[in-house]
Nanobody, 128 residues
């Protein structure tokens, strides 16, 4: 019943932009936090951003802080990741994950949180 589906990945040139979407089904609106993660070949999974259930609190990894923006539209059950100034090192499978929360202002820490629900991932390739 609880499901996450990512979309929006693709091939982009260095310096370009993409917007990823994470569509959530079966969750109570405003009461689930979403994290974005990525996994590149030969590297461990990296947490890159997180947003509270209300959308009022966000956090970013240093590697993407000045380039990526996380947001959500709870009326559409969708969380977005706007990615600008993409570089080859951003190439990875991007995944979203969800944590149900009792308070919409809770912002889960990336690395310490056990995320129970995951999407299938969407491929982002940055290449000239």
């Amino acid at each position: 019943q609880l499901q996450l589906v990512e979309s929006g990945g693709g091939l982009v040139q260095p310096g370009g932009s993409l917007r990823l979407s994470c569509l959530a089904s079966g969750f109570i609106s405003g009461y689930y936090a979403i994290g974005w993660f990525r996994q590149a070949p030969g590297k461990e999974r990296e947490g890159i951003s997180v947003i509270s259930g209300s959308g009022g609190r966000t956090d970013y990894a240093d590697s993407v802080k000045d380039r990526f923006t996380i947001s959500r539209d709870n009326a559409k059950d969708t969380v977005y990741l706007q990615m600008n100034s993409l570089q080859p090192e951003d190439t990875a499978v991007y995944l979203c994950a969800a944590l149900r929360v009792r308070n919409g202002n809770i912002l889960p820490p990336f690395r310490r949180t056990q995320w129970p629900y995951w999407g299938q991932g969407t491929q982002v390739t940055v290449s000239s």
